[in-house]
């Protein structure tokens, strides 16, 4: 299909939000893949640099 440069391997939501969230970022939207595949250029994330942010 499409080559993307930064290919990420297959693995669930609920394991990608815990990555993201473990290296301070929120998953805003996900589009998947296959199942349970994503790649880095369809993932939109915001990072909570900002002390005062709800966690």
């Known amino acids: 299909m499409s080559t993307a440069p930064h290919n ?32 880095s250029n369809v993932l939109l994330f915001s990072r909570n640099s900002d002390p005062g942010k709800i966690k």
């Open 8 to 39: 990420l391997p297959c693995m669930s939501v609920p394991k990608l939000q815990l990555i993201l969230k473990s290296r301070g970022f929120t998953l805003m939207q996900l589009k998947t893949q296959g199942v349970g595949c994503f790649q």
